[in-house]
């Protein structure tokens, strides 16, 4: 409970204003932006939905328009045809049974193709108000050399992340993790010699960590 009490406090010094770095401007441009950013960075999505949000604009515009066109105007994301078929079966159950508008419920959002709780915590963070914890690749590792999980299953990690802190924290959690993650304790080399949490962090002292400090 310190540490993650200490940790909080050294996420928040850190990353004061740590928040989504997908470009949204409605929850279904964000639902489709978590979409298109499996494999592929945000600052590639951002750069890709520009253009894209301009000339998709409601759920239906995603479903009338024909499928090759659609995977054509994503393409740069990776994945494009299986992205494609996940934002157009979203988009169709959006229309058929929430009346055109983006769920705020989990057990909603998850019925939706291509959207797991990851997508879904994303909306009801980043979007919705809610508390939720996103668990993506940094928020993974992160909390697993952290010690604050032993579990490599992203629901479970989630469960514990979530008796372990507070629910105001959840979404800001989330989002400064995946910012430390990809500033600091990257996945190839974790910087700890300039981590706020060198001192409490039992990664570079465990065996697994010791592998990643260069002797002096
Ligand atoms: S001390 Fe190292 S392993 Fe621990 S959080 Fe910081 S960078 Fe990551």
Request: glycine residues 6%.
């Amino acid at each position: 409970m310190r540490f993650s009490i200490k940790l909080l406090a050294g996420l928040h010094a850190n990353y004061p204003s740590a928040s989504c770095t997908l470009d949204h401007r409605s929850p279904l441009e964000l639902l489709v932006a978590t979409i298109l950013s499996a494999q592929c960075t945000d600052e590639r999505v951002n750069r890709l939905t520009k253009d894209l949000f301009r000339k998709y604009r409601k759920a239906s515009d995603y479903v009338r328009v024909p499928r090759e066109e659609l995977e054509l105007d994503i393409r740069p994301s990776g994945f494009f045809r299986n992205k494609a078929r996940s934002i157009a079966a979203a988009c169709e159950a959006i229309m058929d049974r929430h009346g055109g508008k983006v769920p705020d419920r989990m057990d909603d959002l998850i019925q939706l193709a291509g959207v797991g709780r990851k997508t879904a915590n994303v909306l009801l963070g980043s979007w919705f108000g809610k508390p939720a914890i996103t668990v993506d690749t940094h928020v993974k590792r992160l909390s697993g050399r952290m010690g604050l999980t032993h579990q490599t299953d992203p629901v479970q990690i989630e469960r514990d992340l979530m008796r372990i802190l507070p629910d105001g924290e959840w979404t800001f959690f989330s989002h400064s993790m995946i910012l430390h993650g990809r500033q600091v304790c990257k996945a190839r080399r974790p910087g700890c010699e300039d981590c706020f949490l060198v001192d409490d962090c039992p990664f570079p002292g465990s065996s697994e960590g010791k592998k990643f400090i260069s002797p002096k």
